[in-house]
């Protein structure tokens, strides 16, 4: 071109085109057949690489099958160079191409975002698995608590020992949040309750789950599920279980005994129940405000073995069938019964022998009692005695004397018809709620510890318990009725309410 001279459009081009791609387009036919033949041979040279890529993977694969499906055992350590080679062939490709420029994320450490030490599971296309113990490669993964281990590696958090992955096992939080395997016995050992009557712990089961029997009130009272109700006895007073080589205080009397806690109170003759009931019969007239009819203050009250109590009880034929707590603990003897003869127990607890002895020699542990002609202060209705269990301590005891007291209290009123008895669910509802009632109010404040099991508190406390707990249709429910009545009327108008109308106040 010639200085000073225009540039017309068409060198415009030209000189563009020369200037990008070394040479100039115009007037050589060949040269665009020519960039096309060379992006052509790219083409083919990058498709015979991703066929040779294929081919090296499908054989490396094929390889990798092989092992596998080996019968020999897999030694991590021998295939680490193999992982790792797979590894770094993996990050090769995963590399920005030409076309690609995004940017690849490496693992910086061997911690999570949370810093506990633990490694990420899987690499950058989630191939190949690292163990979240040791962070090696691991060829077969043993998938676990959300992460992943060798077999080798999936170990007792208790004695290092490995886990059988096909038995079940136990799960503990460390102190960095993490869950840990646990073989189950030694989860047991460690964390496990021990049994109160073996002293051992409780072990878990086949499938994995610890049994075992437990008191309903006492935390600690556990016991093994193998041990059962003939091999262990409880105590006659609170339940707990008799432990081996530390029995518990026979009462000679059907089996029964009594633990230390309760026999420190027990009452074993009629001559120490004589205050209690005196207690009860002050508690009618001054706290809960009823009269006391006056032979209430002269009926015997005698504390009798298992045999004799259940005896009388059959006799009576109250019907007020249900509840072991009751109808073999205590008894409130009508006229049906005079002229009976019966044995009752005369004895004392030797804590330096820790056995029951004879109050004194003459009477050889017992005495004989004859129930008395009836009384005319109601002449339709009498009560010749009451019975309660011997051996049991003195707060229960108290409690079993309050409930037949209001049997008395029931019998010997004016209004009283004893030709049309009162439900057997009104009558004992009535009867739970004074002892309730005289547990909370009508007892000295006992004593807050002990170190011979539970103190008395803490056994006044299980009394109560039961009495609110039982699930019985005549004690359990009808104490719990009888509970509402009396928040809403007072005990008063209830007692006189079921007196006259044999029936629950519509309230």
Known sequence: MKRGSKPNKEQEWSDQEEAFLGFSLKGDEDIAHKLQQEYLNDDQHTLRQLQEQQKQDRELALSLQKDLSSPSSFDYNEDEALARYLEQEE?????????????????????????????????????????????????????????????????????????????????????????????????????????SVCSRKIQSGSDGLIKFIKHPFFENEIMCSHHTRKDVRQCSGCGRFEPFGQGFTDLHDFKRCLCDACIRTCILDSADAKPLWDAVLKFFEHNLGLSIWPDMKTIPVLIVGHDVLNEQQRCEHTGHEGSEQIMTRGLCLSEHQRGFKFMVPSLRFDRKRTSLLPTDAETSGHTYFQIPDATQSNPNATVTAILCLSGLPSDLTASILAHEATHAWIKLNPNFDPTHPIPPQVEEGCCQLIAMLFLTDGLQE?????????????????????????????????????????????????????????DWPQI
């Open 446 to 502: 006992s004593s807050s510890n002990s170190a011979d099991g539970p103190s008395d508190k803490k056994l006044r406390q299980y009394f109560k318990y039961s009495i609110e707990s039982d699930k019985n249709e005549i004690y359990g429910e009808g104490y719990r009725k009888a509970a509402k009545a009396y928040a809403q009327i007072g005990i008063e108008a209830l007692l006189s309410h079921v007196v006259n109308y044999r």
């Open 91 to 195: 990050l090769k490709r995963a590399k920005p191409s030409r076309n690609n420029s995004y940017p690849i994320e490496y693992p910086a450490n061997n911690r999570n975002e949370n810093g506990n030490g633990v490694s990420s599971p899987v690499t950058l296309s989630g191939i190949i698995p690292r163990c979240c113990i040791c962070n090696n490669i691991v060829l077969m993964p043993l998938s676990a608590l959300g992460r992943i281990y060798h077999a080798k590696c999936f170990k007792c958090m208790g004695c290092h020992d490995v886990i059988d992955p096909n038995e079940p096992f136990a799960v503990v939080s460390g102190d960095d949040g993490q869950k840990y395997p646990m073989h189950t016995r030694c989860h047991s050992e460690v964390y496990g309750y021990q049994c």
